[in-house]
Nanobody
Framework: QVQLVESGGGLVQAGGSLRLSCAASGFIFSINFMGWYLQAPGKHRELVARITTGGSTNYADSVKGRFTISRDNAKNTVYLQMNSLRPGDTAVYYC??????????????WGQGTQVTVSS
């Protein structure tokens, strides 16, 4: 059974930083692309960062230069370092395995996510 457990969210002031973690189980983590998505209130969930099996990364324009995705295959964990946070980054953040083709097709059911709130 696939499990995705996100953690590390919280309340932070604008300009601050957070590091999110996602512990994955129930599938072969090392052979999957992984991604971080966010869902702001009243909006669709969108992919903001993706990392390949080889460690190459891609980012949405909205977070480029501020967020960094990384992975530790030994721990089946993917991370999102979030710097220079803005109120517009306020959302629930989720991780998932991502289909290799295309950009943002998630492969598995969603975890509970972790709330990030950025105050101005």
């Amino acid at each position: 059974q696939v499990q995705l457990v996100e953690s590390g969210g919280g309340l932070v002031q604008a300009g601050g930083s957070l590091r999110l973690s996602c512990a994955a189980s129930g599938f072969i983590f090392s052979i999957n692309f992984m991604g971080w998505y966010l869902q702001a209130p009243g909006k669709h969930r969108e992919l903001v960062a993706r990392i390949t099996t080889g460690g190459s990364t891609n980012y949405a324009d909205s977070v480029k230069g501020r967020f960094t995705i990384s992975r530790d295959n030994a721990k089946n964990t993917v991370y999102l370092q979030m710097n220079s946070l803005r109120p517009g980054d306020t959302a629930v953040y989720y991780c998932n395995a991502v289909r290799r083709t295309g950009w943002d097709d998630a492969l598995f059911n969603w975890g509970q996510g972790t709330q990030v709130t950025v105050s101005s």
